[in-house]
Nanobody, 124 residues
Framework: QVQLVESGGGLVQAGGSLRLSCAASGRTFSRYVMGWFRQAPGKEREFVAAISWSGSSTNYADSVKGRFTISRDNAKNTVYLQMNSLKPMDTAVYYC?????????????????WGQGTQVTVSS
C-alpha cells in the first residue's frame, strides 16, 4: 500500500518557477518508479516526467524538456518536480504516481498508485 500526497501548486506568472513535492507513506517507496502527469480541463491526462527507483534514469515529455527537472529523495520518501520557465500551456492539475515495475513508462495505465493532484496555474 502506497499513499501519495502532492503539494506546492499555485498561481505563478509566465516565466516563473514552482517546485512540486509528492510525499509517499510506504517504506517500499524506493522500489517504485515515480512519475508526474498533468491534466488540463477538457484534455486527457498526459505524461510529464518519470524517474527510476535509484534516481539514475529519468524521462521527460518533449514539451517540458529543458524546463522541468524530476528528482527523488528516498530517505524522505519524496519526489519533486522543479518547474522553471513556466508557460500558460503548463496550467493543469499535476498528479504524482507510483509504478511497481522496474522500467520507466509514460502511460497512466501502467501506474499503480496516484495522489489527489495539485493545481498549477500560469498566467500570462
Amino acid at each position: 500500500q502506497v499513499q501519495l500526497v502532492e503539494s506546492g501548486g499555485g498561481l505563478v506568472q509566465a516565466g516563473g518557477s514552482l517546485r512540486l513535492s509528492c510525499a509517499a507513506s510506504g517504506r517500499t517507496f524506493s522500489r517504485y518508479v515515480m512519475g508526474w502527469f498533468r491534466q488540463a480541463p477538457g484534455k486527457e491526462r498526459e505524461f510529464v516526467a518519470a524517474i527510476s527507483w535509484s534516481g539514475s534514469s529519468t524521462n521527460y515529455a518533449d514539451s517540458v524538456k529543458g524546463r522541468f527537472t524530476i528528482s527523488r529523495d528516498n530517505a524522505k520518501n519524496t519526489v519533486y518536480l522543479q518547474m522553471n520557465s513556466l508557460k500558460p500551456m503548463d496550467t493543469a492539475v499535476y498528479y504524482c504516481a507510483a509504478d511497481s515495475s522496474s522500467t520507466i513508462v509514460a502511460t497512466p495505465r501502467e501506474y499503480d498508485y496516484w495522489g489527489q493532484g495539485t493545481q498549477v496555474t500560469v498566467s500570462s
